[in-house]
């Protein structure tokens, strides 16, 4: 079965939208996403802007994070539109994974706010979603979440592409359950957790606090 690895990057509804900030605070502008096959091979890859209904300006923090524009919004099509692509483009069977579970409420709660529950394809979707940060932290035993940029640089991987990119986003954490599946990676990853919770000379303090991480009893 293939796995789709998917990445939102979303822009906050103006404030002047009470009424549809009680349903929804953001909207979807872009959906980044890469697929593996069985053997974790990327088969193929997916990413489209998309252009809001309410968001009329990119604000200058979100489009340094993102490297979105405004210019590139106002020529996307609209979420009606690509979210239908989307899961056209996932096929018929597959599961799907993201980084946290910020994309999975985002897309219960745009979909909700614009009537576009019906759309086909939308619940199979959503009952094979995975949360791979809460599976990547119980792996390891974190007691704390890692944000994506940290946990590539956990794993020693370089990021694929810019953070913040949707595409990029979700090529790495493809990327990052690749090395989860395979045994040698993933010892090698556990030791550097190792390593640096009980030895000096390995500090990755910067990153978080080693006194969250636990480890089964022996």
């Known amino acids: 079965m293939n796995k789709v690895f998917i990445d939102l990057e979303m822009h906050p509804i103006p404030h002047s939208y009470e009424e549809e900030r009680q349903i929804c605070t953001q ?4 959906i980044g996403a890469v697929m593996l096959n069985d053997s974790n091979e990327e088969i193929s890859s997916f990413c489209e802007f998309v252009h809001p209904a309410y968001v009329t300006k990119i604000y200058a923090k979100f489009r340094k994070l993102t490297g979105i524009t405004t210019q590139d919004i106002e020529d996307a099509a609209p979420l009606t539109e690509v979210l239908p692509r989307f899961i056209e483009w996932c096929g018929e069977s597959y599961e799907i994974y993201s980084w946290s579970d910020s994309d999975i409420w985002q897309i219960l709660n745009e979909t909700r706010l614009k009537n576009l529950q019906d759309i086909a394809g939308l619940p199979y979707m959503l009952n094979h979603w995975h949360d791979f940060q809460q599976e990547f932290g119980e792996l390891l035993h974190l007691e704390k979440s890692l944000n994506l940029g940290r946990a590539v640089t956990l794993a ?9 990119d949707g595409l990029a986003d979700a090529r790495t954490t493809s990327r990052l359950y690749v090395e989860s599946r395979d045994s040698k990676s993933f010892d090698r990853l556990r030791k550097l957790v190792i390593d640096a919770f009980s030895d000096h000379t390995f500090t990755m303090g910067d990153m978080f606090d080693f006194g969250s991480i636990s480890f089964p009893k022996s």
């Open 27 to 30: 909207e979807i502008i872009e």
């Open 156 to 164: 020693g991987l370089d990021f694929s592409g810019r953070e913040h």
